[in-house]
């Protein structure tokens, strides 16, 4: 059975950080995964993806300079360090198998979805 699980959310004032989370297990984890958020009222953007060897990471323009990417591959885990964090960057964060095409992070065909965990920014 696949399961997602991400982690390491919380709330925090602007220009703070957090270092989200995210393992999988009962699924190959050899693909680009990424982070994926929602904010209440909004459509599912992409965030950030990263290939399966780690080497080349890809974001959104709106985090760019201020999120990173990372995984380790031994430990079926996904993780994002968000620095300078904005109110806007307020919703729930999701990690998932990912491409990215012409610019945009989407979710890809093997993608499976957690609960996700929620990042609130005050200001």
């Known amino acids: 059975q696949v399961q997602v699980e991400e982690s390491g959310g919380g709330s925090v004032q602007a220009g703070g950080s957090l270092r989200l989370s995210c393992t999988a297990s009962g699924l190959t984890f050899d693909t680009a995964m990424g982070w994926f958020r929602q904010a209440a009222g909004k459509e599912r953007e992409g965030v950030a993806c990263i290939t399966w060897s780690g080497d080349t990471p890809y974001y959104a323009d709106s985090v760019l300079g201020r999120f990173t990417i990372s995984r380790d591959n031994a430990k079926n885990a996904l993780y994002l360090q968000m620095n300078s964090l904005k109110p806007e960057d307020t919703a729930m964060y999701y990690c998932?198998?990912?491409?990215?095409?012409?610019?945009?992070?989407?979710?890809?065909?093997?993608?499976?979805w957690g609960q996700g965990t929620q990042v609130t920014v005050s200001s």
């Open positions: 998932a198998a990912c491409v990215s095409v012409a610019g945009l992070i989407l979710p890809s065909s093997v993608a499976r």
